[in-house]
């Protein structure tokens, strides 16, 4: 039970993924300095970063159930903090580290690092949740 609780809340982050980057997606291809073609598709909008965005959802919620299992983190408040932690504290700061030295700007940083923070706290209401 506790493997389909973790694949629920990756996928519960992936959709709100996408969501969050329809929302964004202009902006996003402007800060990223992604071409779009005449659809304004970007030109790698085949399966392969779908499929990558949705394992590592499945991977990020599957840690963090673990953490929260040593940590005895069970109620949905504890699982959204906790999982708001995870996103502002630790993915987050990786985010900046890369982009810093990357040179990406700031828009890109704002758009990539919200989703990590509200994607984990998604994470961390279903684990607990359910």
């Known amino acids: 039970m ?28 402007d800060a990223a300095g992604i071409e779009a073609d005449e ?11 779908y499929i990558v965005a949705l394992l590592g959802a499945i991977l990020v919620a599957g840690l963090m159930r673990h953490m929260f299992s040593l940590s005895g983190i069970e109620t949905v408040w504890a699982g959204l903090v906790s999982g708001f932690g995870v996103g502002l504290f630790l993915v987050t700061p990786w985010i900046a ?24 706290t998604i994470i961390g209401v279903v684990l607990t949740f359910v």
């Open 2 to 29: 506790e493997f389909l609780i973790v694949i629920g809340a990756g996928l519960a982050s992936y959709i709100f993924g996408a969501i969050w980057y329809m929302t964004f997606a202009k902006t996003w291809m």
């Open 39 to 49: 659809n304004g598709r970007p030109p790698n909008s085949g399966a392969v970063p």
């Open 97 to 120: 580290t890369n982009y810093a030295f990357a040179g990406r700007g700031r828009t890109l940083f704002l758009i990539d690092g919200g989703f990590a923070t509200i994607g984990c």
